[in-house]
C-alpha cells in the first residue's frame, strides 16, 4: 500500500507559478512511475505529466508541454510538479499517483494508488 499526499495548490493570477508536491510512503519500493492529473468541474480527469524513477521518461500533455515540468527525489520520496505560465484553463484539482509498470503512461486505469488532490485555480 502506497499513500500519497499532494500539497502546493492555490489561488494565482495568470501568468503565475505554483509548485505542487507529491510525497509518497509505504511501500515505495514497487512504485515505478509518478503522474500527475488533473479534473476540472464538470470534465473528465485528464493525464498532465510523468515521470519514471530514473526520471529519464517524462511524458507531458500537450496543453502543458513548455510551461509544467516534472521532477523527483527518491530520497524524499517525493515527486514535484512546477507550473509556470498558468492560465484559466489549467484550474483544476490536481492528482498525483503511482504505477507499478515500467513506463510512464497517460491512462488513469494504470495507476493504483492516488491521492487526494490539490486545488489549482487561475484567475485572469
Known amino acids: 500500500q502506497v499513500q500519497l499526499v499532494e500539497s502546493g495548490g492555490g489561488l494565482v493570477q495568470a501568468g503565475g507559478s505554483l509548485r505542487l508536491s507529491c510525497a509518497a510512503s509505504?511501500?515505495?519500493?514497487?512504485?515505478?512511475?509518478t503522474a500527475w492529473f488533473r479534473q476540472a468541474p464538470g470534465k473528465e480527469r485528464e493525464f498532465v505529466a510523468a515521470?519514471?524513477?530514473?526520471?529519464?521518461?517524462?511524458p507531458y500533455a500537450d496543453s502543458v508541454k513548455g510551461r509544467f515540468t516534472i521532477s523527483g527525489d527518491n530520497a524524499k520520496n517525493t515527486v514535484y510538479l512546477q507550473a509556470n505560465s498558468l492560465k484559466p484553463e489549467d484550474t483544476a484539482v490536481y492528482f498525483c499517483?503511482?504505477?507499478?509498470?515500467?513506463?510512464?503512461?497517460?491512462?488513469?486505469?494504470?495507476?493504483?494508488?492516488w491521492g487526494q488532490g490539490t486545488q489549482v485555480t487561475v484567475s485572469s
Open positions: 515521470i519514471n524513477r530514473s526520471g529519464g521518461d517524462t
Open positions: 509505504g511501500r515505495t519500493f514497487s512504485r515505478y512511475v
Open positions: 499517483a503511482t504505477s507499478g509498470l515500467w513506463k510512464a503512461t497517460m491512462s488513469p486505469a494504470n495507476y493504483d494508488s
